[in-house]
């Protein structure tokens, strides 16, 4: 079925980060490789070493094919539709350098060396302190992630990749040796790359204990685009900068993802402090006319009490609430739409934990229409199977796809290739497809279905071709 992926524009949490005008100035390599270059204010007046974030785009921002500055920068603006670098482009400051290279056309993925030569160019040509390099990137740049790490572990500070669109097993044991820390993300309803891509990965590494172990927030109900919350609504920032090559932070910095995951709760040895639990309870569907909901929060300290409760909106319409600073919390004057609500508690040791919670409210005007008579259309059902693995040179498969509506019938079908390196596709427009030309590495594809009243639904899969 077709999930719809909701952007939260939430409150950012790290405290570092302030909002003001910011530019960013597009930098090619002698090679030719573009990106975008962020300097931090006040680099100019000084001579001070800053750390640098690498952000690596998804597969939407690629740039052109061509080595020729001159075009390479006209198609840098791209870099900046999403994540870290839109966020700069909309007047946000870092405290750090942050570079996002743009990865050409002509690139399946994001190969090591290609990241490496960008890494190894800021270096000479900036003031870089080279033990507080971070790497991170979104989608197929979080696929870039995991190799640029798997493969040059040795640079980095700390690594967040993002609904990644693959992983390194191989390379697991090689990011483990170095104990590099790891925070990825995915989100638990992702239909475009399994959030096991992720958990396989993280595993993968733990598997061979390294200090710190390696940790995943998965965002349950959320799909692929969970950049915007995994950026803004943890503190994933200031969890990146409080790391240092050769030297591992103390437990009572770590990195806290405000989801109650217990890969975030500090011990207690030597009386630091427990953060606090948390809990809005589930997100909720009303259907107009019910407009407002009363919500009892829960929260508990383990070595010690909470202090105060506080609820805000952070996406939708306008509401109003009511004892916004209770434990319970009134919401209303709702209109139809996704609202994101956040309740914060803080113990008396000033530890603060979030919880977040969706409201959807409904419009029930197509279900109760004063003349009766039409119903509201079933969306049809869309399958094309498993997860596929082909061996080189087995390069090409046939895929039969599977649909059905309940309340009329099947009119179209439509196979397109989502993520990946090339490949054919016949009988794109049929229910069973043949694809061949592949190459190794992995692929992610859609099947998409349409019935006869125009409802769509959409089923993804992913082929991994091993060498």
């Known amino acids: 079925m077709i999930r719809k992926l909701f952007l939260i524009p939430a409150v950012i949490i790290a ?33 001070n070493k800053y750390p640098v974030v690498i952000a690596l785009h998804g597969i939407k921002e690629k740039g ?96 967040a990749p993002i609904c990644s669109g693959g992983n390194a ?12 820390p790891i925070w990825a993300f995915h989100g638990g309803s992702d239909k475009v790359v399994s959030h096991t891509v992720t958990t396989a990965m993280v595993n993968a590494i733990n598997a061979k204990k390294p200090s710190p172990l390696a940790k995943a ?38 990195g806290n993802d405000n989801s109650n995951s217990n890969d975030n709760k500090d011990d207690n040895k030597g009386g630091k402090n ?14 107009l006319p019910t407009n407002s909901i009363t919500i009892q929060g829960k929260a508990s300290d383990k070595d010690g009490k909470i ?30 739409g996704v609202y994101i609500f956040r309740l914060r508690v803080k113990d008396n040791n000033g530890a603060i934990k979030d919880d977040y919670f969706k409201i959807t409210v409904k419009d029930n005007k197509s279900s109760n229409s004063s003349q009766g008579s039409s119903k509201t259309n079933i969306a049809p059902n869309a399958s094309a199977g498993p997860d596929r693995v082909l061996r080189w040179p087995s390069n090409s498969i046939t895929i039969q796809g599977k649909a059905s509506d309940r ?43 349409r019935d006869n009243k125009g409802a769509v639904t959409d089923d993804y899969f992913k082929i991994t071709v091993k060498g």
């Open 64 to 159: 052109v094919a061509s080595n020729d500055p001159a075009k390479v920068k006209a198609s840098l603006p791209k870099v900046a539709n999403v994540g870290l670098p839109k966020y700069v482009k909309n007047g946000q400051q870092y405290p750090f350098i942050l570079i996002s290279p743009q990865l050409k056309s002509n690139y399946g993925t994001w190969p090591a060396s290609y990241v490496m030569e960008v890494v190894n160019h800021v270096k000479k040509t900036l003031r870089v302190d080279e033990k507080r390099i971070y790497l991170t990137g979104l989608s197929l740049g979080g696929f870039g992630v995991w190799t640029t790490a798997g493969a040059h572990p040795e640079v980095f500070a700390a690594i």
């Open 217 to 254: 927030t998965i965002f349950p109900g959320m799909g692929h685009t969970i950049w915007d919350k995994a950026y803004k609504q943890t503190n994933l920032i200031d969890w990146l900068l409080k790391h240092r090559k050769g030297s591992t932070p103390p437990k009572s910095d770590a």
């Open 274 to 287: 427990i953060h606090p639990f948390a809990d809005a309870g589930p997100d909720r569907v009303l259907t």
């Open 307 to 336: 202090v105060s409760y506080q609820w805000a909106k952070t996406y939708g319409n306008s509401a109003t609430l009511s004892g916004a600073n209770t434990s319970k919390v009134r919401i209303s004057n709702l209109k139809a």
């Open 169 to 180: 097993i191989s390379k697991a044991p090689q990011i483990a040796s170095k104990n590099l």
């Open 407 to 449: 309340d009329g019938k099947i009119v179209s079908y439509a196979w397109h290739k989502t993520y990946g390196n090339r490949a054919t596709l016949s009988g794109a427009n049929t229910s069973k497809v043949k694809i061949s030309n592949l190459q190794k590495g992995v692929y992610i594809f859609r099947l998409r279905v």
């Open 15 to 47: 405290a570092s980060i302030t909002i003001a005008h910011a530019q960013q100035t597009g930098k090619v390599t002698p090679s030719g490789i573009g990106y975008l270059e962020y300097l931090p204010q006040g680099y100019h007046s000084n001579k």
